[in-house]
């Protein structure tokens, strides 16, 4: 059962190889706390005249039917959101700051 995609994007001022350098050392989620039955993750990287476009996009499914999507309409996607948000935050603050 598919319950939700999104998608979020970011320019970074650097080049695209800087960029994906970074990303290529993110891992694996294995563990969390959401009710995920399957989560996908995909980052695109687009270069740009002053940088790079970093979009993350997710789409997944919960677990216990009925009772998953309510969740998700209640606190999963939103949680989902803020994440993927949070993310490229972190990552544009290193890529442009690193000493930050």
């Known amino acids: 059962m598919d319950v939700g995609t999104f998608t979020r ?6 080049p695209i190889d800087e960029v ?10 294995v563990e ?9 993750i995909c ?4 270069e740009v005249d ?4 970093v979009a993350v996009s997710s789409d997944y499914s919960l677990r216990f039917g009925p009772v998953g ?11 989902c959101a803020r994440g993927m948000e ?3 935050a972190g990552l544009q603050r290193h890529m442009e700051d690193p000493d930050a």
């Open 9 to 14: 994007s970011i320019r970074i001022g650097r």
């Open 20 to 29: 994906w350098s970074v990303l290529a050392d993110i891992g694996s989620i």
């Open 32 to 40: 969390t706390n959401l009710p995920f039955s399957r989560a996908d």
């Open 43 to 46: 980052f695109t990287l687009v």
């Open 50 to 53: 002053d940088g790079t476009e």
């Open 69 to 79: 999507r309510i969740m998700d309409a209640v606190m999963v996607r939103r949680t």
């Open 86 to 88: 949070g993310l490229l």
